[in-house]
């Protein structure tokens, strides 16, 4: 589950980047807004999933607060690459009971 959020969350990052970054300008600069098309529906669908996948790990992995940052860096630019750092570095493991 953790390396699945891994590699979601970098293709989310990078489809929202490479959507702002080349589709908005080809649409606006060259006026051709198919690669918007295109890449708008990418990464709506990596977004989904990507949300989708933090919910199925809380409770199991992660605590909720997991959720909300990953909500967060999800809408922020370059937001999933440093959530994946903290989520990798243990910050939102539940604590085990022992």
């Known amino acids: 589950m953790k390396k699945w959020v891994a590699l979601i969350g970098y293709l989310e990052g990078f489809s929202f980047l490479i959507l702002m970054f ?12 198919e690669m918007v098309s295109l890449f ?3 990464h709506g669908a ?3 999933v990507f949300i989708g996948l933090l919910f199925m790990g ?3 992995h992660w605590t909720m607060t997991a959720l909300l940052h990953g909500f967060i860096a999800a ?4 937001g999933p690459f440093l959530f994946e750092g903290m989520l990798s570095g243990g910050e939102y493991e539940l604590e085990t009971r022992g």
Do not use: D, N, S
Not at 24 to 29: A, G, N, R, S
Not at 75 to 78: E, F
């Open 22 to 33: 080349y589709a908005m300008p080809m649409k606006y600069f060259a006026g051709e807004p």
């Open 40 to 42: 708008g529906a990418l």
């Open 46 to 48: 990596l977004f989904t």
């Open 58 to 60: 809380v409770g199991r």
């Open 75 to 78: 809408v922020v630019p370059a």
